[in-house]
């Protein structure tokens, strides 16, 4: 179990630490005060005790970002799970007197993460409270350096640090005392076909996955064509084994043909309102229920926007969201390297 005492210390200690203008030698500088080290040739930080976490440099001799290992009672680094990302989140709310501004996930074996972005109107760094290689760390760096070299690396792919920064989805929350304010996000990969669509979504469907069950939330992805919108197609996800996506039956749809493209009827003994799949939730489950939705829904006529349009086209747009807890609603999200063009009908 987390040991959150020492957590809330650590954090403290370091939200306490002057770190300049992050360039390496004031990283090294602050480290000492708090009675750290960062091992010659290597970034990562010790104490006299042992591994402490690490510091991510870049290479103009700036530090990128500072992170710190969450350990258990016993000393050992905490393995990611729902109860310990709750406790977390909310003992690092309580030193920072506010809630996350920013939620999401990274792909690359990464996982979620939940970001304080300047949580004090004077202060210039970002707070994360994030899952790395299936364990907990907290990490702190300087706003508006990592989101410039967050967003260049997102958007041009040619970063000098670690991919699992790259997002899977992001999702803003409230933030009616203006932390988000010149909040710069990197653009979203636009896809350029069908193929290319189903591939993305799925992978971001995949971290998606892993993400929701190490929160326990539930979340949703809405497909929907512009100009026929009872067309549409949604793909429910919770934190169990299998999801299931759905769509509505229409008067005149050939169930027949649906059931062929491996859609269900709830009800047997009657016309249903909705057609239902269920799949597993590990990559092979999430790929065929993209390529069971995206098909349907591409035999029915619906296109890309990217595809341009006349007139008789009927153009695809989709939504998510995703429900961090049982007291709050579903929150959109934006499922990042799955862009499509705004519809231009």
Not at 39 to 51: I, L, Y
Not at 334 to 340: R, S, T
Request: hydrophobic share 40%.
């Amino acid at each position: 179990m987390i040991e959150l005492d020492g957590y809330e210390a650590s954090l403290k200690r370091v939200l306490g630490a002057d770190f300049g203008g992050w360039g390496t030698a004031e990283v090294d500088d602050a480290l000492t005060t708090l009675r750290w080290r960062r091992e010659p040739g290597t970034g990562t930080v010790m104490s006299d005790s042992g591994d402490v976490g690490s510091v991510e440099c870049v290479e103009d001799n700036r530090v990128l970002a500072l992170r710190i290992v969450v350990l258990d009672d016993c000393g050992d680094r905490v393995r990611a799970d729902s109860g310990g990302w709750h406790r977390l989140v909310e003992c690092t709310a309580h030193v920072l007197g506010t809630d996350p501004q920013v939620i999401g996930g990274c792909g690359f074996g990464a996982g979620p993460f939940a970001w304080w972005r300047n949580p004090t109107m004077s202060d210039t760094n970002t707070v994360s409270v994030q899952v790395r290689e299936d364990r907990f760390e907290f990490a702190v760096w300087s706003t508006e350096y990592f989101e410039n070299q967050w967003s260049q690396y997102v958007e041009w792919g040619d970063g000098p640090y670690d991919p699992d920064w790259v997002p899977s989805w992001l999702q803003l929350g409230p933030d009616p005392a203006g932390h988000l304010d010149d909040l710069y996000l990197p653009g979203s990969r636009v896809v350029t076909n069908w193929p290319d669509f189903e591939s993305a979504l799925a992978d971001m469907l995949v971290a998606l996955i892993r993400d929701l069950r190490i929160m326990d939330a539930k979340a949703f992805v809405l497909l929907k064509p512009t100009k026929r919108p009872a067309r549409l197609a949604r793909i429910d996800i919770g934190s169990g084994e299998v999801f299931r996506a759905e769509r509505i039956v229409r008067r005149g749809m050939d169930l027949g043909a649906m059931a062929a493209l491996g859609w269900s009827n709830r009800d047997t003994d009657r016309i249903p309102n909705w057609l239902w799949s269920e799949f597993g939730t590990d990559a092979d489950g999430v790929r065929t229920a993209v390529t069971q939705v995206c098909s349907t829904l591409r035999d029915e006529g619906v296109r890309l926007p990217q595809d341009g349009l006349d007139d008789d086209g009927d153009a695809l747009t989709y939504s998510a969201g995703v429900q961090p807890d049982r007291e709050r609603n579903f929150a959109r999200i934006e499922l990042y390297g799955a862009h499509l063009l705004p519809n231009r009908q």
